[in-house]
């Protein structure tokens, strides 16, 4: 079974950096997209960023892109999320999810087949 696990949260000052980490497992990634996405409280679940394995094709949310940074390592099914210059609007839990077949990244949280349980991001003004 497919497991990912999420670290590099916690508490920066605004314009402050952290790298999130996603360690996937239980299956070979090739054809697989990992995504990020975020959740503040009583606000809905959104995406952040995503990245294919096979080709490394990216996308950004546009209110990440220019500050935030998806990469992966192959070898070890692992994948990064580089946040510089944080905002306190960047607060929220940080989840990472797999969509595997080869079906690619897609923005709607439902298209995402395994989450992992989430990394708290707090940034202070």
């Known amino acids: 079974e497919v497991q990912l696990v999420e670290s590099g949260g916690g508490l920066v000052q605004a314009g402050g950096s952290l790298t999130l980490s996603c360690a996937a497992s239980?299956?070979?990634?090739?054809?697989?997209?990992i995504g990020w996405f975020r959740q503040a409280p009583g606000k809905e679940r959104e995406d952040v960023s995503c990245?294919?394995?096979?080709?490394?094709?990216?996308y950004y949310a546009d209110s990440v892109r220019g500050r935030f940074t998806i990469s992966s390592d192959n070898a070890e099914n692992t994948v990064y999320l580089q946040m510089n210059s944080l905002k306190p609007e960047d607060t929220a839990v940080y989840y990472c999810a797999a969509r595997g077949h080869g079906y690619g990244c897609h923005g709607l949280p439902a298209e995402y087949d395994y989450w992992g349980q989430g990394t708290q991001v707090s940034v202070s003004p």
């Open positions: 239980g299956s070979t990634f090739d054809d697989y997209a």
């Open positions: 990245i294919q394995f096979n080709n490394g094709m990216t």
